[in-house]
């Protein structure tokens, strides 16, 4: 079954601390993943995606197959990344399913 | 472009009452698709549609109907609430061009006492 798994609910950081934000996935065919925020009021939005390999915000993801991973990083985490992040996979034509989301709180 | 546009932003319903959340898109998108969003529980897929005319099922579709008479508009009709679809619904559209990327709107804030 397709899955898209984020292990923690709550990550909190200190600013300029490294974050990672977890997220596996099962999928059989070939994958296709995004990483969605949510800052407070306001839309859900994208943030960035594998196939892009591009670093947004000073994030970046890189996909894992071996390890059906697609973690989130960023090496000093500022105040202002502090949202709901959604890891989101793409599973054959439009369709997309989602993670259950983290909450990253960044300190200061 | 407005992007994606949802109505109402907050609605309270009875138990057994019916309603229709609206959701229509500018940019010409063929996708279109409603979720819903509980802690813990993230974005579950409800329905969604690939073009007018062709809907179907998401994750857990029971309880809402949908229908997709233009490319434009994708309302979501709850038949008969229940506290258990107490929840914030978000509708999104992607399309190719975009590289499927999920455009959604600013999401309904639904209680159902």
């Known amino acids: ?108 | 472009n407005a992007g994606v546009t949802q109505t109402p932003k907050f609605q309270v319903l009875k138990t057994g009452q019916s309603m229709t959340l609206q959701c229509a898109q500018d940019m010409n998108h063929e996708y279109m698709s409603w979720y819903r969003q509980d802690p813990g529980m993230g974005l579950r897929l409800i329905h969604y549609s690939v073009g007018a005319g062709i809907t179907d099922q998401g994750e857990v579709p029971n309880g809402y109907n949908v229908s997709r008479s233009t490319t434009e508009d994708f309302p979501l009709r709850l038949l008969s609430a229940a506290p258990s679809q107490t929840s914030v619904y978000f509708c999104a559209s992607s399309s190719d061009r975009s590289g499927y990327e999920q455009y959604f709107g600013p999401g309904t804030r639904l209680t159902v006492t």
């Open chain 1, 1 to 108: 079954a397709q899955r898209v798994t984020q292990p923690e609910k709550l990550l909190s950081v200190f600013k300029g601390a490294p974050v990672e934000l977890k997220c596996n996935y099962s999928y059989s065919g070939s994958p296709e993943l995004f990483w969605y925020v949510q800052y407070s009021r306001q839309r859900l939005q994208l943030l960035l995606r594998h196939i892009s390999r591009e670093s947004i915000k000073g994030f970046t993801a890189d996909l894992n197959k071996g390890e059906t991973s697609f973690h989130l990083k960023k090496p000093f985490a500022q105040e202002e990344d502090s949202a709901m992040y959604y890891c989101a996979l793409r599973i054959g034509g439009f369709k997309t399913i989602f993670g259950a989301g983290t909450r990253l709180f960044v300190k200061a």
